[in-house]
């Protein structure tokens, strides 16, 4: 049996097992690698309270609690195989410890009840404002940190929190150079100066909530897990049809090109983990995109005629904006003009 069945073989035994009963654990896996390397920067900034960390669907922290969720595929490499085709690249150690160190900030925030000072709301805004799962976002903004990807510190203050200790806290960045002249400077010093004075101080220990999702509680099977990826209300996919006529030839003038369709499944995990990162949004909702465009593609029988590269590229900067709209809309909405009748 070559590696690619015996591959085919263990990723299906995988997909078909509960979340639950695969016996993951932090301990011996490279979660517990990440969480050592946070805790030393921890350390090395003098706070002393190491938030707990534990198995969950996704990154996170408990609204109002200060644990840290971490994703379970990351507890296994196999698992992280699996997440890596469907989300076309697994976190690197680098975007892992920004995720950890945001959710850091969080759990601070929610420990010593940091949002509750009149400064938070001075410098940050309302905590208790509704969150929008969507929201605008101005990428020229100097009044927030720049730390994960798709300027979340715009998303919510309790956002702009963690985005701000998580700029704060990484090693052998000089943010005061880095944000010298910005309004951002500002949150920058306060945190400073508040993890000074509560820096060795010890919350309460936390306790996991019914609103927290731990492994052992997670019990559906891995392809459920990616059976609920995001969705994106497309409706008439028809709309991006005069869009892939641009990128592509017709069987006319490309009779010997690769069938678009075909192109855009065989570079799907490239342009999924390309848009993403542009645009700031999930890999499912990428993922959701482009396999509307490969559906469109075949029924129109384009062809790809191009350099591979220059396709590439265009592909990225249409899907990429796609999803701009997308985020600041919250919509697809496409005229009877444009999608015929």
Request: glycine share 8%.
């Amino acid at each position: 049996m070559d590696s690619t069945s015996s591959w085919d073989d263990e990723r299906a035994q995988l997909l078909g097992h509960r979340i639950s009963e695969l016996g993951l654990a932090i301990g011996g896996s490279r979660v517990e690698r990440l969480v050592s390397r946070l805790n030393d920067e921890l350390a090395a900034r003098g706070v002393a309270f190491h938030p707990p960390v534990y198995l969950s669907d996704e990154w996170g922290c408990p609204d109002g609690t200060p644990l840290i969720g971490v994703p379970f595929y990351l507890a296994d490499e196999r698992l992280e195989r699996i997440e890596a085709e469907h989300a076309g690249a697994i976190e690197s150690d680098d975007e892992a410890m920004r995720y950890l160190r945001h959710e850091a900030g969080h759990a601070i925030n929610y420990a010593f009840h940091l949002y509750e000072r009149p400064e938070f709301a001075t410098l940050f805004g309302d905590y208790g404002r509704p969150y929008a799962e969507h929201y605008p976002a101005d990428p020229m903004s100097r009044d927030h940190v720049r730390h994960i990807l798709g300027w979340y510190a715009q998303k919510h203050p309790d956002e702009d929190f963690a985005e701000t200790f998580a700029v704060w806290l990484t090693p052998g960045l000089d943010w005061r150079t880095e944000y010298a002249g910005w309004g951002a400077l500002r949150k920058l010093e306060w945190m400073d100066a508040v993890m000074r004075e509560i820096g060795q101080l010890a919350p309460l220990p936390p306790e996991l909530t019914d609103d927290d999702l731990p492994v052992d509680a997670m019990t559906w099977t891995v392809a459920d897990h990616y059976a609920h990826e995001e969705r994106l209300p497309i409706g008439d996919a028809r709309q991006f049809d005069g869009d892939l006529r641009r990128v592509f030839a017709t069987v006319a003038d490309a009779p010997a090109g690769e069938p678009a369709a075909r192109y855009l499944t065989r570079h799907e995990g490239e342009l999924v983990a390309r848009i993403s990162y542009w645009a700031g949004v999930a890999p499912a909702a990428v993922r959701s995109l482009l396999r509307a465009l490969e559906e469109r593609a075949s029924a129109l029988e384009l062809r790809s005629a191009g350099l591979e590269a220059a396709t590439l590229i265009e592909l990225t900067a249409f899907g990429t904006a796609v999803m701009m709209h997308w985020r600041y809309t919250n919509a697809f909405r496409a005229t009877r003009a444009e999608v015929g009748t």
